[in-house]
DNA sequence: ACCTGAACACCGTTCAAGT
DNA sequence: ACCTGAACACCGTTCAAGT
């Protein structure tokens, strides 16, 4: 819409959450291969490195992204973990499964970054310990259990690549079943 | 060692082999992130394009190099299978943790080809059924099972990354823990 | 502080040509 | 059939400079 080309010393008025925006749209256009700095660039018309002050880097990015995505998952409120824990427990895996899948190649890289450490991760991990404190399981255990919970459900999910031979609804249900084994299991019967 | 530049026509004596071993040391040597197709022909002193006409892209690549690393995973014999069914799925799991933490980068990879179609990878599938089968476990039940067997071992494995601030050992902790409440899950305590 | 231009050291892959 | 040279369309990141 006729944007005129800026020369060195003209704002393009970005910060951090702009830029944010921006990838949250790549991402959804081009999926996480197509999330590359240049891209992002382009998509704020800006020049690659202007990134780099709202950004330290592309790892950075990632965090900023992966956090943002994460957000999405609902979080139980405490007279529902109360109420029924092993549901909520149940719940906000299966949401969080539903909210990973929407972008299955974005989760090689929270698996890398084992399990992610942004705000709305730390939120999901703590209603998730509390939810198994008030079904019995606390301190080592708890932790062990948090963890495993969290491989599985990222684990499915990036299993359910898009071009994909295995259609989603099956993982889904691989998903649903493994849940029922591991509280199987962590609740001791 | 004196190697002289070769000019158009001349041959290298490379084979599908021998880009597979070239494949092995870079990835021990640079890592997963470190095996490109550039550095792979700069091992072999061969022009990038050269590793064309032996596998046909890198995805190719990709599958050859993950199946010879599962090659690496010891399989049960069938008496040691009819003997401890039990026994044998834990132990195929445990060792393919083994195997496959020795690569935490390469399984962003595997998840993201829903585990691996090759050779090797079938061998252990099928071994891991016939375990589960002598345990009790078959049909859909089994079929289920497996998949969540490898999600959770090979998560794991993709949780254990090199700068990780989790050490090894406890991941490989956790990942015994998970098969202990894995197994009782899917045995029907 | 926020941006551009230019550059560096990379990628995967294709196409034409040589033997 | 197997290889090289050259090229295309990309990467992430840094450095100097402009306002």
Redesign the pocket.
């Known amino acids: 819409m006729g944007t005129q080309?800026?020369?060195?010393?003209?704002?393009?008025?970005?910060?951090r959450n702009a830029v944010l925006a921006a990838a949250r749209r790549v991402l959804v256009d081009r999926g996480a291969h197509?999330?590359?700095?240049?891209?992002?660039?382009?998509e704020l018309?800006?020049?690659?490195?202007?990134?780099?002050?709202?950004?330290?880097?592309?790892?950075?990015?990632w965090d900023l992204v992966i956090d943002d995505v994460l957000g999405h998952v609902p979080v139980p409120d405490e007279t529902q973990i109360a109420a029924d824990p092993v549901g909520a427990i149940r719940e906000v895996m299966a949401d969080s499964f539903e909210v990973l899948v929407t972008h299955p190649d974005l989760m090689p890289q929270i698996l890398a970054r084992q399990g992610a450490r942004g705000v709305q991760a730390q939120k999901l991990g703590v209603v998730t310990l509390n939810a198994l404190a008030a079904a019995g399981v606390a301190g080592d255990e708890a932790r062990d259990a948090l963890r495993v919970l969290i491989v599985n459900t990222v684990g499915f999910a990036a299993f359910a690549v898009e071009d994909g031979v295995i259609p989603v609804d099956e993982i889904r249900g691989n998903h649903a079943r493994s849940l029922d084994w591991l509280l199987t299991g962590i609740l001791g019967r």
Chains 1, 2 share one sequence.
């Open positions: 080309p800026r020369g060195p010393g003209q704002r393009a008025g970005l910060d197509g999330l590359s700095m240049r891209a992002l660039a382009r018309g800006v020049a690659p490195n202007a990134l780099y002050s709202h950004v330290s880097d592309k790892n950075d990015l």
